[in-house]
């Protein structure tokens, strides 16, 4: 990890900035769960996690600055935000516009090609594009480090779509203030080798979740009485996982990445009320996954706040597990992804 002051890696841009930028990022898929805030206002977890960006489902957020409007005005696919969605977008510009030393409105326009809070990381696409867009638009010269850091002010999960293939999301514990904890805690890329892996992804329910991630999460924090044993497995979880990844370990990932989310999901189970996101085709799915390693192909299963599940295998078994969770759950969409690129500003005039 490195050590930043917000002055080597806050830069505004001179003289003239850009009126407008574009920029793409895809979701990612944690096999070792973020779950936990141990500040909300900065977003610093309470574990370290470790994901893979997906070459599906990406998110184009195109952010021009508007120097005459009073409001900032953001649409998703067409359609206003208002309400707490619109609150949460405004409250990342004021960030960025406070990091620029700026004042302009900006219309954001965004275009999801995932469902929306299905528990399908549409929140770390969505403000990993966003802060690129932003602070290319507002005229920041961030490295990746610090757009990394920028995301995660936006969804935790975010710090981990600045970056392609596998990344890891320090949470930096022991630092001594919150303020360096901020400036430690961000995504950076996770070595892997002679990895070619697939996650096969069963959207059992595209609609929204009945409960948000970041309202779970919280329930779970305060309440459940399995929260702290999970985070402190985590550690073992994430140090496993990165020697796994370096060796090209796909069965011993798997295996790391499905206790890491059941255990997740079994603290949500004993919150104080509970929080259930997995439904019966979630488990029929889990059985369809049991059954494939029984008869020998390499599947593992995770999940996260929502009921579809994302089965991560070797590419060349892709099909293969494809069709059998399509046996097991013919209602699910059921799609393969592999590791996709970072999130990046796409060329255009502004
Ligand atoms: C279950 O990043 O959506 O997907 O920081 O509150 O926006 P906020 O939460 P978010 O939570 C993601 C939780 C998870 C696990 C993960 O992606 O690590």
Known sequence: MRDESPATSVRPRQP???????????????????????????????????????????????????????????????????????????AFLELVREWAGRRER???????????GAGLASSASGFAA?????????????????????????????SRSVF????????????????????????????AHGLDPALVIAVVNAGPKSVSSREAMRRTVDTSPLYRPWAISSRDDLSDMRTALARGDLDAVGEIAE???????????????????LSPPTLTVLDAVLQLRRDGTSAYATMDAGPNVKVLCHRADADRVAQAVRGAAPQAR?????????ARLLDEAA
Request: glycine fraction near 8%.
């Open 106 to 116: 900006a219309v954001v326009d965004t275009r999801n090609t995932v469902p929306t």
């Open 164 to 191: 392609g293939g596998f990344a890891v999301w320090h949470a930096a514990l022991d630092a001594a203030t919150p303020t360096e904890a901020d400036l430690r805690s961000f995504a950076e890329p996770a070595p």
């Open 259 to 277: 206790r890491n989310a059941l255990g997740m999901h079994a603290t949500m189970l004993a919150a104080r009320p509970a929080v259930r996101y």
């Open 334 to 342: 059921v799609l393969v992804a592999g590791p996709g690129q970072g």
């Open 130 to 158: 966003l802060a690129v867009a932003a602070a290319a638009a507002y005229g920041l010269d961030l490295d990746a480090t610090a757009l990394s850091r920028l995301a995660r002010r936006g969804s935790g999960s975010a």
């Open 16 to 90: 003239e900035a850009a009126a407008g930028a574009t920029a793409v990022a895809h979701p990612n898929i944690a096999l070792v769960k973020y779950w936990g805030k141990r500040d909300e206002q900065l977003v610093l977890p309470c574990v370290d996690s470790l994901s893979m960006t997906l070459d599906v489902f990406p998110t184009t957020t195109r952010v021009l600055l508007a120097p005459e409007a009073a409001d900032d005005q953001v649409s998703l696919d067409g359609a206003p935000l208002a309400g707490e969605p619109l609150g949460r977008v405004t």
